[in-house]
């Protein structure tokens, strides 16, 4: 049987020791489970832990544009509502923005001027940008 429980102070040395051991997050310290507005729980089952879960708030956004090809306007749309939408959600808790295109043009924008950086999933790209 699986437990959950929320982490304490006193799973910081494992979790540093399941760090060291984990080759797929080289970057991740164990400070980041213990985040202010971060959901951290560890997994457990009979033979003792097996994971450590770390969740935050995320917002995932679509972009349809009303007209392709209307590039200048769509982009000087895009700029502006970014501002807003950022201070928005800042003060919601977000702490990233996540979005996925197949359109070449809108990631380069994206990553260019909005300031996403790329995570290839399947036939999508997904773009974040921590705020």
Do not use: C
């Given at each position: ?46 033979q ?48 990233e ?32 940008i921590?705020?």
């Amino acid at each position: 049987m699986i437990t959950s429980r929320k982490i304490d102070l006193n799973d910081r040395e494992s979790i540093d020791e399941a760090l060291a051991r984990d080759a797929f997050h080289p970057t991740t310290k164990s400070e980041a489970f213990y985040e202010a507005g971060v959901l951290s729980n560890i997994y457990t089952d009979e033979q003792g832990d097996v994971l450590v879960l770390r969740a935050q708030k995320a917002l995932r956004i679509e972009m349809i544009f009303f007209d392709n090809a209307a590039s200048l306007r769509n982009a000087k749309a895009m700029i502006e509502g970014w501002k807003q939408l950022l201070t928005t959600a800042k003060t919601a808790g977000f702490k990233e923005v996540v979005t996925s295109t197949n359109s070449p043009k809108l990631k380069e924008f994206a990553i260019r001027v909005l300031g996403f950086q790329e995570t290839n999933y399947g036939d999508e790209v997904e773009l974040k940008i921590g705020i």
